[in-house]
């Protein structure tokens, strides 16, 4: 089994107050679990410098939710790789579904940002998925197979131990609605596929994907207990501390069991 990693998105929401607090309850509620489980939380921009002071001494890790592929320069703005590893980011998520959707950022500016983010030593979660016209007109393939082809351009094969890949499905996200396990697991079995056949297949058997759509402390145990699942990035969950350890827990449960 590959070690579940659970990262929180926390979008456009917090206050410098609310940023901390939930980052302290966080570090509490994982004592003693980020033994079994990896951790992450991505606050806004802003509160990446608290949090990470929240963090300190824990082994929750920071990521950030955008970055530009520039290292410096006139982009009114935006916000370097560089300037999130010097407030201690250690991930960042590229190509996330609303960044594609509401600010139009294309498989290209993506294929820069994972690239860049490498180039700087800091890890990657990779969004990929679906709209649902393309789900239901039998694209999901497709789709996913251009995303990754063209987002995981140039990526060398030893960059991979930097990658994680977030399935998320745009019907699922902030819906309340979840894939059905067997739309995960079998999305999830044909993303390895696909880094099989681009990579190699121990490369690709390495790489965790994560699930992305209404994970709720209700429904992580099914999600994360499939085979080609290996952990989750949660929304609105994750904004709140007993919802997202909810999630965190069933996940070390899960860990718990296969290692015995
Ligand atoms: C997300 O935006 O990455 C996400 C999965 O959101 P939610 O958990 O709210 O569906």
């Not at 929180?8 to 570090?27: C, D, I, R, Y």
């Not at 139009?104 to 994972?114: A, C, F, H, P, R």
């Not at 239901?136 to 990754?148: A, D, F, I, K, M």
Request: proline letters at 3%; aromatic letters at 6%; one cysteine or more.
């Amino acid at each position: 089994m590959r070690r579940l990693f659970v990262a929180g998105n926390w979008k456009m929401n917090t206050t410098l107050a609310s940023a901390q607090k939930l980052a302290g309850e966080v570090v509490v509620g994982v004592a003693g679990i980020t033994e079994l489980v990896d951790v992450a939380v991505c606050p806004p921009f802003p509160h990446l410098l608290p949090v990470s002071q929240s963090l300190a001494n824990s082994r929750v890790m920071l990521g950030a939710q955008n970055a530009h592929f520039e290292n410096a320069g006139a982009y009114t703005g935006e916000v370097s790789i560089d300037m999130l590893v010097d407030v201690g980011c250690r991930w960042v998520i590229i190509g996330h579904s609303e960044r594609r959707q509401f600010f139009g950022e294309t498989d290209s500016q993506i294929n820069l940002k994972v690239l860049a983010a490498f180039q700087r030593n800091v890890d990657v979660i990779f969004c990929v998925g679906e709209a649902l016209d393309d789900r239901n007109s039998g694209r999901t393939e497709s789709v996913l197979s251009s995303q990754l082809k063209l987002g995981l351009a140039n990526v060398r094969i030893e960059q991979l131990e930097k990658l994680v890949i977030a399935y998320e499905p745009v019907w699922a996200i902030g819906t309340g609605v979840t894939a059905s396990p067997e739309q995960a697991e079998g999305t999830h079995r044909f993303i390895r596929d696909w880094l099989a056949a681009r990579f190699d297949r121990v490369s690709a058997d390495a790489i965790r994907i994560q699930y992305g759509g209404s994970v709720k402390p209700d429904n992580a145990k099914q999600l994360l207990s499939l085979p080609n699942v290996d952990g989750a990035l949660v929304g609105g969950a994750s904004l709140m501390s007993n919802q997202f350890l909810g999630i965190i827990h069933a996940a070390a449960d899960l860990a718990r069991l296969s290692g015995e």
